[in-house]
């Protein structure tokens, strides 16, 4: 990846995070090596932090990290979750971070309506699967709470799954876009 590409995601990245609410409670559906959750609690200093990854290695994604382009195997995958783990164990042991290993719509579904201030989403990237996370996480947001969405006008393995996902859950009308700020979607839960 190019240096000005790279300078051009962190740059989006960047402006989301600092349209999420500082101090809430909030949940990031894919959470890979943990980086960008380290961006998370250090600009939005959450309540408390949800990270939601299962960790599994997908052989038929052999283009995706955990499909064979980084991760080569489960135990590659066990590894990177046990490195979150150790990472973030202060957070943990604090209650600030809270660790889910499984599914996102698993994960999802043990959160109570209403309950969470921001998701962001950024796990598997094929269509179905960002529909089901946007389609689950909606109603675990609160009136008003953000629903944002990385890769959004990325290419890759996905086959533009993240765009196609997002803009046909905006035009269902059960979200109001807020912002697209190139590689990220930020979307709101209506306040009815």
């Known amino acids: 990846m190019a240096l000005w590409s790279r300078y051009g995601l962190?740059?989006?990245?960047y402006r989301l995070v600092k349209m999420l609410p500082a101090h809430g409670v909030g949940a990031e559906i894919g959470v890979w090596k943990g980086d960008f959750s380290a961006s998370l609690l250090r600009h939005t200093r959450p309540k408390q932090l949800h990270l939601i990854d299962p960790w599994i290695f997908e052989e038929?994604?052999?283009?995706?990290?955990?499909g064979g382009l980084a991760a080569r195997s489960q135990a590659d995958m066990d590894a990177i979750s046990e490195a979150v783990r150790t990472r973030f164990a202060a957070e943990?042991?604090?209650?600030?971070v809270v660790v889910h290993r499984s599914p996102s719509?698993?994960?999802l579904s043990l959160f109570a309506d209403g309950g969470l201030d921001w998701i962001y989403v950024d796990g598997n990237h094929l269509y179905d699967a960002v529909m089901g996370d946007l389609t689950t996480a909606?109603?675990?947001?609160?009136?008003?709470?953000?629903l944002a969405c990385d890769d959004y006008g990325s290419p890759g393995w996905w086959d533009d799954g993240v765009r196609r996902?997002?803009?046909e859950f905006v035009a269902g009308g059960a979200v109001e876009a807020v912002a697209d700020l190139g590689s990220q979607f930020i979307m709101r839960r209506p306040v009815v």
């Open 105 to 107: 719509t698993e994960a």
């Open 10 to 13: 962190a740059k989006s990245r």
């Open 165 to 167: 996902a997002v803009d």
């Open 138 to 146: 909606l109603p675990k947001l609160r009136p008003g709470g953000l």
């Open 60 to 66: 038929d994604l052999p283009r995706a990290w955990y």
């Open 92 to 96: 943990i042991a604090a209650g600030t």
